[in-house]
Structures are given as structure tokens and as C-alpha cells.
T-cell receptor, first 109, second 114 residues
Framework: RKEVEQDPGPFNVPEGATVAFNCTYS??????FFWYRQDCRKEPKLLMS???SGNEDGRFTAQLNRASQYISLLIRDSKLSDSATYLC??????????FGSGTKLNVKP | DTEVTQTPKHLVMGMTNKKSLKCEQH?????MYWYKQKAKKPPELMFV???????INESVPSRFSPECPNSSLLNLHLHALQPEDSALYLC?????????????FGPGTRLTVL
């Protein structure tokens, strides 16, 4: 079983739609969680950290569910510029870093 | 604009060549990382330096040799690579502790081994 699993998509949504991605992790000792976005042939860019209480940054909301061992990313009012691959990152103790395989989002006009 | 810079942007090398990738960050971070990313795959961690000391080596072949000359520079020395080593090599930095804080990535070096 993979340490971190994501639905690869693609998610094809119209502009203005709300879309949500999940990322499940297998190790309950995981301690830090992040969402990154990566555009084609570019480096990953930090989108947001994920806190236990949930956090919001504009149109983006991240949540952590430790009981069910998943993190989520909600994007409201999707823009064309949101088209990218979204990677979740889970960090275990002792500096074990795990990237999900990424979820591809296509926002259509 | 990224505050982590990498040179060169592209590199083509033969299997007998020796080359180096360079990374520099200007954010005062004391942890730096090398990742390898193949097409349509997530980044794979190779090495972690914390306070200029190697803290993680993810069983990377010895043909890859990292070096951290100071707190803002990170090098990756390449020797006798194989064609399957062709990939995007990403550098990242963060504040320690390395298992807690978010990482910031450089634009990468796209390496082709002939």
C-alpha cells in the first residue's frame, strides 16, 4: 500500500465551479501536511499548509481529518489559472517525506 | 519569482562526463534538499542537509554526490550517470526542523544523459 494516495484525475470542471481533492495517508504518525501546485514542466509551488483546525486562504480551503487519515483541498469559484497538478505532501516523524502522485485539474471556459 | 535559484536550467551530458548542479537560496533557510522528478511522477527525495550537514540520504547511488559548501549553497556532483538518470532535478529549502516546515522549490535543472 502506498504511503500517500491521490486520485490522479483529471478533474475537468467549468470556470466558477467548486472542486475538491482528497489525499489519504497510511501512517497515523504523520505530522505535517501540505498542498502544492505544479504547472507543466515547472517546479512545485507551496499552496498551503494544512492545520488540524482547517485553514482557508481566499478561494482555497484545506482540512485535515486525522481519524480517517486524509487531507482535503477545496477550491471555490475555479479560475482558468487554477489548472495545474495538485500534490499533497505528508511528512512522518524522522523526516520521511511523501508526495502524492498528484491530481490534475483542468478548468474549462 | 522564486528565491531558490538553480543552474544550469538544462544540461545534456554523456555517461562518462562529470558535471555539477548548483542551487542557491536567499531566504536564510538552514535546510536544503535535492529531489529527482521523472515525467508525470511526483518528486522523489534524494538528500537532505540540515545546518550544512547531510542528514538524509535516500539510498541514492554514489554516482550522485551532494555538497553543501555553506548555508545558502547546495551542489549535486554527477559522475558516470546512466540514461535512466535523465530527469528534472529540483532543489528546495526550508527552515528546520526539516520534518515540520514547508519547503520552497527552485525551478529545477532538466538533465538529459546520453
Amino acid at each position: 500500500r502506498k504511503e500517500v494516495e491521490q486520485d490522479p484525475g483529471p478533474f475537468n470542471v467549468p470556470e466558477g465551479a467548486t472542486v475538491a481533492f482528497n489525499c489519504t495517508y497510511s501512517n497515523s504518525a504523520s505530522q505535517s501536511f501540505f498542498w502544492y501546485r505544479q504547472d507543466c514542466r515547472k517546479e512545485p509551488k507551496l499552496l498551503m499548509s494544512v492545520y488540524s483546525s482547517g485553514n482557508e486562504d481566499g478561494r482555497f480551503t484545506a482540512q485535515l481529518n486525522r481519524a480517517s487519515q486524509y487531507i482535503s483541498l477545496l477550491i471555490r469559484d475555479s479560475k482558468l489559472s487554477d489548472s495545474a497538478t495538485y500534490l499533497c505532501v505528508v511528512i512522518l516523524r524522522f523526516n520521511k517525506f511523501y508526495f502524492g502522485s498528484g491530481t490534475k485539474l483542468n478548468v474549462k471556459p | 519569482d522564486t528565491e531558490v535559484t538553480q543552474t544550469p536550467k538544462h544540461l545534456v551530458m554523456g555517461m562518462t562526463n562529470k558535471k555539477s548542479l548548483k542551487c542557491e537560496q536567499h531566504m536564510g533557510h538552514r535546510a536544503m534538499y535535492w529531489y529527482k522528478q521523472k515525467a508525470k511522477k511526483p518528486p522523489e527525495l534524494m538528500f537532505v542537509y540540515s545546518y550544512e550537514k547531510l542528514s538524509i540520504n535516500e539510498s541514492v547511488p554514489s554516482r550522485f554526490s551532494p555538497e553543501c559548501p555553506n548555508s545558502s549553497l547546495l551542489n549535486l556532483h554527477l559522475h558516470a550517470l546512466q540514461p535512466e538518470d535523465s530527469a528534472l532535478y529540483l532543489c528546495a529549502s526550508s527552515q528546520p526542523p526539516t520534518g515540520v516546515n514547508e519547503q520552497f522549490f527552485g525551478p529545477g535543472t532538466r538533465l538529459t544523459v546520453l
